[in-house]
């Protein structure tokens, strides 16, 4: 599985579980990967969107700070979802270029997201270019 790849899987999971209590996490995400037929890196996705949700109070703060006009309960679930998972990999995956996350995420955005999707995600995450957010390490 390629990271672009990778990266919309774990996008789609984090959106999916927003609908799901916890305890049904595991069994949503073996009927995803089941239905996409994930057979490559199956449990480094679940790791990968397990560790994000850890985070994920973390993560939406630090997008609630840089989307100041747009409150979290205000985003679009998919503009939420694209941002959660680049902010993630800015702040806690230091082997992924911020570049490269930014990138990914806008392209995603253009896909999944509204007309003004890809501008928006693109402007929230320029924040996190600024040098003012230092990686976390893991």
Partial sequence: ???REFREHTAKL????????EAEWKEQ???????????EDREGLWQRVMALEEKKAE??????????????????????????????EIKFDSEIPDKVSVNEAVELAK??????????????LAKFMSGEEAKEEK
Wanted: aromatic residues 16%; without cysteine; charged residues 25%.
């Fill in 111 to 124: 896909i999944y997201g509204g007309d003004e999707s890809p501008a928006f995600v693109n402007g929230v």
């Fill in 59 to 88: 993560v939406d703060s630090l997008i609630d700070g840089a989307s100041k006009k747009w409150r979290i309960s205000r985003l679009s679930k998919t503009d939420l979802m694209l941002l959660r998972v680049a902010v993630y």
């Fill in 14 to 21: 984090i959106f999916i579980f927003d609908f799901y209590p």
């Fill in 1 to 3: 599985m390629t990271r």
């Fill in 29 to 39: 995400f073996e009927s995803y990967a089941d239905y996409s037929e994930i057979k």
